[in-house]
């Protein structure tokens, strides 16, 4: 059974570029959640999806930064005119439907770096 | 503010010593679970436990939880070179609505294991 899914697992960007990273959660999930972890620090929170809804967006910086989770395909969380600060990993995890006993299975991450 | 605090943030043993890692949090909880993260790659759940259970076993491992405190412990027996990681609790906040499944996680402990 394949695990989350992230890709790229290294992403280069200059300041001002694009960011893409995409997740596809593990079969048979229809919840993803993504994370972002500073060197040396614990995970924070930034958005929960569920297929085609944000559920709850409140770690997500106000600007830049979005996320989606279509119908068909995998989760993309899209940071715009990135600058220095955004160099992180950044972590994607699922879980099946309801429940709030359920662990969340994550990916090996999406590490970025801006120049 | 942060709502894990994990101590200590670092601890150096010798294989099949046991090793204890504390976690306190500030609010409210439906449930803790605690994380496992080799270098470069993602978090591996490890163990949950519910509000209602005060402890809780699996193989090695061994979690209490102590509401009353708001605190929780992790505790790793006849420790391996290879449980060498970071260990990382994450709680999971009562109440529905937009918190649902939002894992809030501590800043970890970082454990080596020598052989």
């Known amino acids: 059974n394949a695990g989350v899914m992230q890709n790229p697992r290294h992403l280069v960007r200059r300041r001002g570029q694009e960011a893409r990273l995409r997740c596809s959660p593990m079969k048979g999930h229809s919840h993803v959640y993504w994370y972002r972890q500073l060197p040396e620090e614990g995970l924070k929170f930034m958005v929960y999806l569920q297929k085609e809804n944000i559920i709850d967006e409140s770690g997500m910086p106000k600007e830049r930064f979005s996320a989606e989770f279509p119908k068909e395909g995998p989760s993309i969380l899209r940071i715009q005119q990135v600058v220095r600060g955004d160099s992180a990993a950044y972590f994607c995890?699922?879980?099946?439907?309801?429940?709030?006993?359920?662990?969340?299975?994550f990916g090996d991450g999406t590490r970025l770096s801006i120049l | 503010s942060q709502q894990g605090e994990e101590d200590p943030q670092a601890l150096s043993i010798q294989e099949g010593e046991n090793a204890t890692m504390n976690c306190s949090y500030k609010?409210?909880?439906?449930?803790l679970q605690w994380y496992r993260q080799n270098s470069g790659r993602g978090l591996v759940h490890l163990i949950l436990i519910r509000s209602n259970e005060r402890e809780k076993h699996s193989g090695r491992l061994r979690v209490t939880l102590d509401t009353s405190k708001k605190s929780s412990s992790l505790l790793i027996t006849a420790s391996r070179a290879a449980d060498t990681a970071s260990y990382f609790c994450a709680s999971h906040l009562r109440a529905g609505g937009t918190s649902y499944g939002k894992l809030t996680f501590g800043q970890g402990t970082i454990l080596t294991v020598h052989p």
């Open positions: 609010t409210s909880i439906n449930n």
């Open positions: 995890a699922s879980s099946p439907g309801t429940g709030s006993f359920q662990p969340q299975h």
